[in-house]
């Protein structure tokens, strides 16, 4: 097969996204599996990433070859609004294209489509994200339902939630495939210059992009309660890029009692990160509403104690290896935070089973079940008639 993979968001500031396409293409370069793949640097007219050329993934296995992207972002949007008319020849003749950025491609007329659905959290609550934003996700998923032949869930909630927002897409073309830790025990754990006032075992942390959706504002009022109770003086560290619609954030947090021991890293390599896992007091993941939830995974495979949200996907990552929360209640996470604190939660247990637990998830079967995926949407017709070409319209 020759197989379009999108690894557009695979560049150097990745988030959910680019970390997943990353995971599973790296795993399909190692596996000297027989197919010929081609890499798309820059996908879709939404999402653009300024160093796609040096930043994305890159192999050098004869099987893999890499298109150039378009010189600029409008070139970009115009390339894929309004596809050449040998645009499929532009994508290098591919049998499959795999979309894995949310957005989902209009004009495909032979090769099959697969579309990775991560989560569908903008459809909830627009105020989680950016009008442009969810916008283009909302448009993506919506082509998707009606044009792609299989769709890639990455939880078993995320395929659930997709089939009951478009229940007109057959079930029996949807599979979930996992995503897995970035980190394994080759990379180094570096307790960099910026995390030297850290002790080891002295710290609450969290990961995640700076956003509504991940709920910071409980965790500040969470740590608040927690300080005021007198029951841990352990500074709480964000680690995390900024992301949208949080930008007076920083001064909430400097504003608040004991604001001065929250600690907000921004955007961390992976060596800086392993070692804040490995090396925290407790992680603590309070987003009001995940696809999958990787951090959770993270510190669980890392040996973190994990306090997580009950929500959406993230119980079905955690297992019995976390203790799980409403995140819509603080006081009920700060209660949480003060039995840690106390010597009410058997830590060394957590840790026991967030090691198991962890081994549930690895790049090598989820790389194995794509494969399986892509032989299946080959040898299946097409599951529904797309539009033509000068039917392409946009919601």
Known sequence: MRIGFDVSQTGKAKAGCGYFADGLIRQLAASGAGNEYILYPAVGDFYWDPQCVEGTFRCQNPNFHRLEPPPDFPASQQFWRNPPPDFEARLGHPDIVHANNFYCPRTLEHARLVYTAYDLSFLLEPKWTTEE??????????????????????????????LNTFPHYPAERTSVIYPASRFHDALP??????????????????????????????????YSRLRSASASAFPLVLAGGQGWLMEAFLAEVRSVPWGSDVILTGYVSDAELKWLYQNCFAFVYPSLFEGFGMPVLEALGLGAPVLCSNTSSLPEVAGQAAVLFDPSDPLRLAAEMISFARGGVDREFLRSAGYQQ????????????????????????RVLTRPSQNQTGRL
């Open 133 to 162: 934003n969810r916008i283009g996700c909302v448009q993506g998923v919506f082509d998707a339902s009606i044009r792609a032949d299989w769709i890639l869930a990455i939880s078993e909630f995320t395929r659930r939630h997709f």
């Open 189 to 222: 754990a570096l307790c960099s210059e910026r995390l030297g006032m850290l002790e080891s075992g002295r710290f609450w942390l969290s990961v995640g992009t700076i956003e509504p959706r991940k709920n910071h504002r409980c965790l500040l009022e969470a």
């Open 358 to 381: 962890a081994k549930r998830f690895s790049w090598a079967h989820s790389a194995a079940r794509l494969l399986e995926l892509y032989g299946q949407a080959m040898a299946q017709p």
